[in-house]
């Protein structure tokens, strides 16, 4: 692929932001998940809401809907689009020692959310690691991906 066909770099060679004015609004939704695994303990203590830092799911909930809705403030050349809805859940699994985090981000605009959906469960995610470590140095954050998008010119993916 030469230069001039890459959506961020212009024919010189410099990084711009995509020009999306001319693109029509449409209906985009995206979804991502993250892994935290962390001892049965903390997981536990999660749980029954004995943690010294306060509700570990509530506070990282909000971190996540925050951080989804400054992106563009984070990531270089990320557009600020309207956002009409976010998400943030957790699923604990105490057999495997883990806290899912989905989030589920949509918008009707000009270009996608995949990138609101990824910095929303990486922040729900590092909140947790934040609230946890002092009890549990032993904290890791894995498997972050999107899971499904939709809208837009590329339509429809979905992870198998």
Not at 122 to 137: F, P, V
């Amino acid at each position: 692929m030469s230069t001039g066909e890459l959506s961020h770099i212009d024919s010189r060679g410099r990084l711009r932001m995509v020009d999306v004015s001319e693109k029509e609004p449409t209906w985009r939704e995206a979804r991502a998940e993250a892994i935290v695994s962390l001892s049965a303990e903390t997981l536990r203590r999660i749980g029954s809401g004995d943690m010294p830092k306060g509700n570990v799911y509530e506070a990282a909930r909000l971190a996540g809907i925050m951080a989804a809705k400054k992106t563009w403030e984070l990531i270089p050349l990320c557009h600020q689009i309207q956002l009409t809805a976010i998400q943030v859940d957790f699923f604990p699994d105490e057999s495997k020692s883990e806290i899912g985090i989905t989030s589920t981000v949509k918008t009707n605009d000009r270009t996608g959310v995949e990138m609101e959906a990824l910095v929303a469960v990486t922040s729900a995610a590092l909140t947790i690691y934040d609230m946890c470590k002092a009890i549990d140095r032993g904290i890791i954050i894995r498997e972050t991906r999107l899971i499904f998008k939709t809208g837009g010119k590329s339509g429809l993916f979905e992870r198998s």
